[in-house]
């Protein structure tokens, strides 16, 4: 591989430091979908613009590609449209395309396009953990099987993620584990009187327990499950931290009036979520669907225990029960109380040692295993 295009929708925190890194080693170019428009963007899970602090652009060559949808954005099929994208690709020559996501009508159009041209590697990182049966699913499958011929490469994120893509008619020589990462190094930077200057902002202090929600404060999250297991909790000297915005933020609020062990934070940008993570004792992510959650590498980056529901794809890859956090069934309350009791009966000192472990097991989901993947896929794809 000499030179890769990237097609991908817009700037995202989880993607740039790969793209910076992979522009250190080949030739890159990534081709924005979504158009200019998406530096800053209004994001409906948090109900409000959202523009993130970090440099996303920096390192690596890219190019903002003309959207002409009538509604752009990456919320439908039909909001990546961009006539002249596979002249630009053409024009630039790449000898490997990488997409990410192919239900945007132009990404599906590339790989169609250039299947059996060049080879087309493929980044998603949906699972089976909430099919249903049913006549759309049986329809949904044959489609699926259709949409992934188009592929010569899947770069698996996970264990759920390379279950769905064999499922989808992917062999195995076909799939690659290309670790899903965050920036463990920005997260594992140390920001301790920070993070001790936020705890003593919610009078919490240093021999007391913090557990932290962070995200979109929306149903498929249940913050609402996490709150009531809380409170069911009851012990004294441990609290709660909602770190976000969204839909459920009146109704989280107004349950959590009389309980003065629970707080808020609004939407915090991505150069002070380091001190968030840091500053809390347990990470509780409760979604009843989450393709991966990358919240978790980030937690784990910053050395915390982790309590996260079974319908999380990164669930049976990160954590390891007893050892670095628990896992609960999703959307049950009974089980999220009785994991939370677990955790919470650790202390202060087993919460400690389970994000020493933490840290160890994220140390290897890196982006510098995904660029070494992705640039010697050719030999790893014929194993």
Request: aromatic content about 12%; charged content about 20%; some cysteine.
């Amino acid at each position: 591989m000499k030179k890769l295009a990237i097609i991908v929708t817009h700037p995202i925190q989880y993607y740039a430091p790969l793209f910076k890194l992979l522009a250190q080693k080949i030739d890159v170019m990534v081709f924005y979908t979504w158009g200019n428009a998406s530096i800053s963007k209004h994001d409906p899970g948090f109900g409000k613009i959202i523009k993130w602090d970090i440099d996303l652009l920096d390192g690596y060559n890219y190019t903002w590609v003309n959207n002409t949808a009538a509604d752009p954005g990456s919320h439908h099929f039909n909001g990546i449209v961009n006539p002249d994208l596979i002249y630009q690709l053409k024009l630039w020559q790449p000898d490997t395309l990488l997409v990410y996501g192919w239900a945007y009508k132009s990404h599906l159009s590339v790989m169609r396009y250039f299947k059996n041209k060049i080879p087309v590697l493929f980044r998603g990182d949906s699972t089976l953990l909430n099919e249903k049966a049913g006549l759309k699913n049986i329809i949904r499958y044959g489609y699926l099987k259709w949409v992934y011929k188009h592929v010569d490469c899947a770069l698996y994120a996970g264990s759920n993620n390379k279950a769905y893509f064999e499922k989808y008619g992917l062999k195995k020589t076909q799939l690659i584990f290309t670790p899903h990462a965050v920036d463990n190094d920005r997260f594992a930077v140390q920001r301790t009187n920070e993070a001790v200057n936020l705890r003593q902002a919610f009078n919490i202090s240093e021999d007391e327990l913090l557990l932290l929600f962070s995200g979109k404060f929306e149903k498929i999250k249940d913050p609402a499950l996490l709150l009531q297991a809380f409170i069911n909790l009851g012990i004294p000297k441990v609290h709660l931290l909602f770190v976000g915005n969204g839909v459920l933020e009146a109704l989280l609020k107004q349950k959590a009036a009389h309980h003065p062990g629970i707080h808020f934070m609004d939407f915090q940008n991505q150069s002070n979520m380091p001190v968030i993570y840091q500053a809390c004792d347990i990470f509780c992510l409760p979604s009843k669907s989450e393709t991966w959650g990358l919240s978790v590498n980030e937690a784990m980056a910053c050395g915390k225990a982790i309590l996260v529901s079974d319908k999380a794809g990164c669930a049976i890859d990160l954590v390891k029960p007893g050892i670095n956090g628990y896992i609960h069934t999703a959307a049950s309350i009974t089980d999220l109380y009785k994991k939370l009791a677990l955790m919470v009966n650790e202390g202060k000192e087993g919460l400690f040692l389970m994000g020493e472990h933490s840290k160890e097991i994220i140390r290897n989901w890196n982006f510098e295993a995904q660029a070494t993947h992705i640039i010697n896929y050719k030999n790893e794809s014929s194993q």
